[in-house]
């Protein structure tokens, strides 16, 4: 059996997460849930809500959403082969 990579499981957590974006709410496949509730709490109240709610679900994380959308800016999963060489 092969030996799980470092990170395996917060990457299954990272595309489910996009999966949910893209399924229910018609979102960018690149974008975590969270991520896009953070942003968009501005512009609806149901997003409102579901950065609320996604934040009070990850109790441990009081800022998970805010977190979720700066992983995101940052394209910290984004594969090394796709930075701009220096």
């Excluded at 896009?36 to 441990?60: C, E």
Aim: glycine fraction near 2%; proline fraction near 3%; charge should be positive.
């Amino acid at each position: 059996m092969m030996a799980l990579s470092p990170g395996y499981f917060a990457r299954i957590k990272i595309v489910l997460s996009q999966l949910l974006n893209v399924v229910f709410c018609n979102g960018d496949p690149d974008e975590m849930l969270s991520a896009r509730a953070y942003r968009m709490q501005h512009v609806s109240r149901r997003w409102m809500v579901a950065r609320q709610v996604f934040d009070k679900l990850f109790f441990w994380n009081t800022e998970h959403c805010y977190e979720s959308y700066l992983w995101e800016k940052s394209r910290k999963d984004i594969h090394s082969d796709y930075y701009p060489q220096l």
